[in-house]
C-alpha cells in the first residue's frame, strides 16, 4: 500500500543526466527530471507526525520492531515472507524495482503480499523522501547504490519511529500467536538474505551499528524457535567446505562431490552474450528426456535442429526448461540419442565411484571471446524479450521432433554438446516426498523426491521430518552449486498424504503449472449484479433470432454450453445455416481485472474430476451459457447454402445476435432424433439437414487432406462420496459428434478469413505446421516390420495410408499407430498473422488454408480475443488498443500456447491417474472375494463439453 501525496507538500526536483545506447548501437544522452517530496508517510499507525490515512503498520507489531526487506531477501526468502505470521514489513521502492528487474515471478508474488492487508506490507516510496534518497555518486554501480539507499531509508525509519516505540514498548516481552517471542532494542530491523549481503551492506554505506542487520535464518531462530514448520520456509545457502576437511571426512548426507567430480563453473552473462553473437555457443531451451534423465536436447532454431546433450557433467545441473547456452562438441565426437532408459537413482552413482562416465570433455577458452559493454537495464530487458521470442519460435518449430524424443532414438547422430552456462532460470516448485533415512541425518539434511522424473532429488533442511513422512510436499529450488550432486531448496508446505485422490490431483495441477486459485475479490467485482435481463437497448442493437429453431448438442452433465446450431429452408430455395457462439465478450471487457485473469489462465482446464474455470461460474454456466427457453446473447456466423449442388456455400455473414435455444441436447439425444422416423418434430427435421451438410462438409475435407488421427478417451463413473472411480469405459463417438465438429470448424475457418482480411498484422490465427524432416522416419521404419507402408509425402497420401494400417488379428491395431502418427506431428499453435508469411497460416492436420479459434470463448481466451477482432471487423465495436499492437499480440500467443499444452497434458495424466486408483480398487476388490460395494455415482466425460475438434 503506497502512502498518498498531501495537499500543499514540498518539493524538491533532481535531474537526472546518462547516456544510453540505443539499438542501433548509437549513444544518446538522456535527461530525466526526478522530484523529492518532504511528506513521505512511514505508514504506521503509532506515528502522530505523518497523520496518514493509508497507514497499516500495527500500533503494537509483534516482537517490538518492523522490519525492512533486502533484494536478496525478497529473492531468495520468499516462501518465509509469506507465511502468516510474518507481518509489520516495510518494502521499500528500490527493493521492489530491483525485484522486478530480476525476476517477474517473485515481483508478483511481492505484490499479492502487499495487496494482503492482513499481512500488513507496506510500499515505502524512499525514491521520492528527501531525506531518504540516495543520490548516485560518481562511478557507483547499482548494486552499490541501492544497498546505500536501504541503508539510508532504515536510518531515516530509525529516526523518525525512535519515539514512538519508546513511548509504546511497555515490557521486553510481546505475544504473538499466544505464544512469548523476545522483543528487540530497535524499533527496525533490515533482514538480508545472508552475511554476504550484510557484509556488502557495511561495506557500502559504512558502520551500521545504528541498525540492527540480521540474516533470515538469524531471525527465523530467535522469534520463531518454536515454529518448526516456520523455520522449514528459510532457505539456509550451504556453507563451504571448512578448509583442511577432507571429502571422505564429510558426512554422506551432505551430497558433496569429490573434487574430480565437480561441475564445470558456469559462464557469466557478459562472456555468454558475447559468445552467442560469435557463434561460439548456441542459445536454446532445454528439454530432459522423460526416459533417460541424463539427456537433453537443446531447441535451436539457429542450427535448425535441436542440439543433443548427453551426461550429468555436460548438463552442468541446467534443469528442464531452463534457457542456456552451448558449446558444440567437433563433429567426430557427434553421437545418437540413447536408447537406455536411465531414472534418476542413476544420479548416486556419481558419490559411489560407479558413475558412467560417458561425457566428453569440452575445452573451453574465454580469450577470444571478449564480454560485451554493460547495457542499461532497459535494453537488456528489450533483448532478453527478443530473446524470448526466439527462444519461443524454436519451441515451435521441434515440437514435432522433442515429441518424438525419447520414443525412439535417431539413427543418425546430431549435434551434441555441453551446458556452459544458464542465462534463464526456469526454477518452478516441484512436488515430491521426503526420503528418511534409518538413521537420521546429523545435519538435518533429507533427499525430497520429486513427482517428476526429469529433476533431480532436492536436498531441504528440516526440523520436522517425522511430520512429513508419506506426505506430498511442495519444495522450491533455491541454488546448485558445482561441488554438489543435487540442487538445493526448502520445503514450502504439505499437500497431503501420498495416495489420496484429491491431493494427488493438485500435484498434477502444480507439476503442469495450472492456475486454481480462487477468483480474487476485484475479479468478482467485474461481473454483472443479479438478478440480470438483456436490456432493451442491447436487443435494439442486434439481430433478433429469438424466433428460429436454435438448438444445442453437447455431452451428458454439460453446463457451459457455448454453441448452438439452426437450420432453415429460404424462400429462395437455398437453406440458412447458423453457429451461435456465447458472446462472453459482452461481460468480459478488455484489460479489466477478469480479462487479465482469463488472459494469465489461457483456458479452462479439465480433470477427471472437475474443471478449473477460466472464467467465474456466474459466466461460464449462468450468463454466457446457452440455455434451453432462455433468452441470451450471442455471436453468430450464418451461412447461406446451396443443397442442389452439395451444399456449397452462397453468402456468409456475421452479427451479434440474439437467440432463444429450444433444447439443450446431449449427443445420444440428439442421435436418437436421427434415427426418428417421424418427420412431423420440427427439431428432427433440423437435425436431419444439419448432419447432411455436415457430412458433405466432412467429405470435402478428406478430399482436400484432412488427417482423421486417434485420440481414444475413456469416461469415469465417480463414487459420490469418495470420488473414485468406480468404473471406466471408452468414451463412444456417435454421428452427431462428427455433425456438431463439422460446424465448429467451418465457423473457425470462416471467421479466421474475415479477420485477416480486416486486420492482416494483428489476426489471431492458429496454425499447425507439417511434420518437420525426419520425424516420422522412426515410424515408418518401425512399420515396415509389420507390412505396413506410411506414406508421408502429403496429408492426403499420409491420411490414407493410415487408414489402410490394419491388420485382423489384432482390431487396435489401427488406433495404436494413429496414435504414433499422432506423437509424431508438430504441436499446433497460436500467432499473430503479422508475424508469418501467409503460405504458412495453412493448418495442416484440418487441410485449411487459415484457422483460427471462435466457438469456445467461455473455456479459451484465444476465442475472446478473436471475437473482439471480429466485431471490430464488422464494426460493431472498437477494438482494445492492446490487441493493435502486433508485438502484444504476439506476447498474449506465446502465454495462449504454453497453457494449451500444460491443460492438454494434464488432463492426459488425470486420465491416467485416475485409471490407475480404478485398477488399484479392482485387484483390492478380487482379493477379497464375495466383497460387494454399492454407491451412487457421477459419470464424468473427457474434456465434459469439448469436441474432438477443440484441440485442434
Known sequence: MIGPMREGMERRSLVNTFLRRTRRGNVIQVTREHYLREDIPCGSLMCSLCNSSEAILSKDPSCSHYCIITPNCALNQIAFLETPLFQDAILLQTVLNEVKTQSTYTFDRLNRILNNKEKRFYLFLNEHCREAYATRKQNESDLDRNARAICLAAQWYSRHLKDCFDVNRESQMQIVDQEVLPAMEHSVVVLVHDAVEREMLQRTSGPTDALRVLTVPEYAQRVYASRPEVIDLVYEPDAPVPEGVAYSDLPPTCWRLPPCKHYAPHKSQAVMRAGISARKYHRGVLHISRENCFEALVSCAALGEPILIHGRVPLNRAMDGDVVAVKLYPKDQWRRESADIQRRDAWDAALQGSEEETEMSVADNDEDIAPEEEEDAAALKTQEKRNAKLDQRALALQAGMLAAHGTQASRAPRPTGAVVGILFRRWKTFCGTIEIPAEAPSDGYYLVEPVNERCPKIRIKTRQPERLRDQRLLVAINSWTDD?????????????????????????????????DPFTDAIMACLPRPPYAIPEEEIKRRVDLRGIDVCSIDPPGCRDIDDALHVRELPSGLLEVGVHIADVSHFLKADTAMDLEARSRGNTTYLVEKRIDMLPKLLTEDLCSLRANVERMA?????????????????TSFAKTV?????????????NLLDDKDPSNPLTKSVKWLNQIAKALKRKRMQAGALVLASPAVK???????????????????????????????????????IYDHYPTFALLRRH????????????????????????TSNKALNDSLASAVRRDNPYFNTLVKMLATRSMALAQYFASGDFESSDFAHYGLATPIYTHFTSPIRRYADVVVHRLLAGAIGVADVARSLCDQQRLADICLVLNRRHKNSQEVGRASTQLHTFFFLKALHAQRALPGMTTTSASTTQSPSQSQSPSQSQ
Not at 659 to 671: C, D, F, H, L
Not at 720 to 748: D, G
Request: net charge negative; charged share 25%.
Open 484 to 516: 554438489s550432486l543435487y540442487p538445493g531448496g526448502h520445503y514450502l508446505r504439505i499437500l497431503g498424504p501420498v495416495g489420496r485422490p484429491e491431493v494427488e490431483s493438485e500435484v498434477l495441477l502444480l507439476e503442469y503449472q495450472v492456475p486454481y
Open 635 to 651: 455471436f453468430s456466423c450464418v451461412w447461406e447454402v446451396d443443397p442442389t449442388k452439395d451444399f456449397e456455400i452462397v453468402t
Open 659 to 671: 437467440i432463444k435455444s429450444r433444447a439443450a441436447m446431449t449427443y445420444e439425444q440428439a442421435q
Open 716 to 754: 469415469f463413473d465417480l463414487d459420490s462420496e469418495t470420488h473414485e472411480p468406480a468404473s471406466v469405459e471408452q468414451y463412444v463417438l456417435r454421428e452427431t459428434n462428427s455433425l456438431v465438429e463439422e460446424f465448429m470448424l467451418l465457423a473457425n475457418c470462416s471467421v479466421a478469413q474475415k
Open 769 to 792: 505446421p507439417p511434420p518437420l524432416r525426419g520425424s516420422f522416419e522412426w515410424l515408418v521404419r518401425t512399420m515396415k516390420h509389420f507390412g505396413v507402408s506410411i506414406e508421408v
